[in-house]
């Protein structure tokens, strides 16, 4: 069987590196708030070209504690709405919620992105944010959304927990917006070997705010000054991310070399492969197919020694617990429900080889109905 994602392999390879990486820092006594988070903020920081980094618990407490924070400095009224394209994990939703906004679905394009065309629509005068989601590792068109947001005085937020690497004309994404969430989830691009996320920005403000919410709402210890959160990167996976961000560039190649055998290979009426513009590189965490023939295309493929996965079989606006936050809870989103009925995700890793892809294309090539 040809795994999903063979995430044992894949943190094997980084071995003895990442079990140094962990005794150091058993052996040194300090597991949060330490010097292994601090380094780590700084290299992502640099990494992607952004002035600062805080260490979070997660990618979704990462999109929350910068929507809390965006709200208090920029002194959002109560119920400003948010707008969240309908095709993404829940946790881009929850975050508004949680935060105490409102959450407003848009309908997203043939590449399961959000534009400015979707985001118009939903624009009403309670908007204070909009969040592109690079979905599957491919980057939402920020140079259109960033303009459109400025001239409606709209911050935005890019849930970038699926695209470390992504660019946009040679600009990575996290660094378009005010600021930005990660996920490290130990399947991400980079992951950890737990939870774990991160929010960048530019505005020294932010994330100081952003770092006192995580850190109990204090600056300084025993001195509460808003009602905060714990959320903290332990050391461990701070650890872990370094050795895996010093390699990530490469992973993120091995990946694209990958899709272009996909995206060579794969000849079927049946489906549909993914697109990317002339100014797009995405890091493919995901390869996402479209077929009107799904669950039969799967069957085929697993008999074929191949695994799949769906992502993501609903839109948010048929998440029942969203239901009664959402502000446009029953508008249609054609192009988000064809995604939630025909994406299928192939195999995608760094360690997946030339051989795999081409069993898979034939693997492909053999469905017939």
Known sequence: MIPFLPLQSINASFEPQLSQAVQRVVQSGWYLLGEECKAFEGEFARWLGASHCVGVGSGLDALTLALRAMAGLYHWPAHAEVIVPDMTFV???????????????????????????????????????????????????????????????????????????????????????????FSFYPGKNLGALGNGGAVVTDDAGLARQVRTLANYGAQEKYRHEVLGVNSRLDEVQAAVLRVKLARLDADNEARR??????????????V????????????????????????????????????????????????????PYVANPAEPHPHALCWAVQELSLPMSPLLTANEVSHICEAIHQFNL
């Open 91 to 181: 946790a881009t939703a929850e975050a508004v919620v949680l935060a105490g906004l409102v959450p407003v679905l848009a309908e997203v394009d043939d590449n399961a992105l959000l534009t400015v065309a979707h985001a118009e629509r939903v624009r009403t005068a309670r908007t204070r944010a909009v969040i592109p989601v690079h979905l599957y590792g491919h980057p939402a068109d920020m140079p259109t959304l960033c303009e459109w947001a400025g001239q409606h005085g709209l911050v935005v937020l890019e849930d970038a927990a699926q695209a470390h690497g992504a660019e946009v004309g040679g600009k990575r994404v996290g660094c378009w917006g005010h600021a930005a969430a």
């Open 257 to 270: 070399q990958a899709a272009r055998l996909y995206a060579k290979g794969i000849r079927s009426p049946h």
């Open 272 to 323: 549909v492969k993914p697109y990317q513009g002339d100014t797009q590189r995405s890091v493919f965490h995901i390869y996402p197919l479209r077929c009107l023939h799904r669950e039969a295309l799967a069957r085929h493929l697993a008999a074929q020694g191949v695994e799949t996965l769906v992502h993501y079989p609903r839109t948010l606006s048929q998440q029942p617990a969203l239901q």
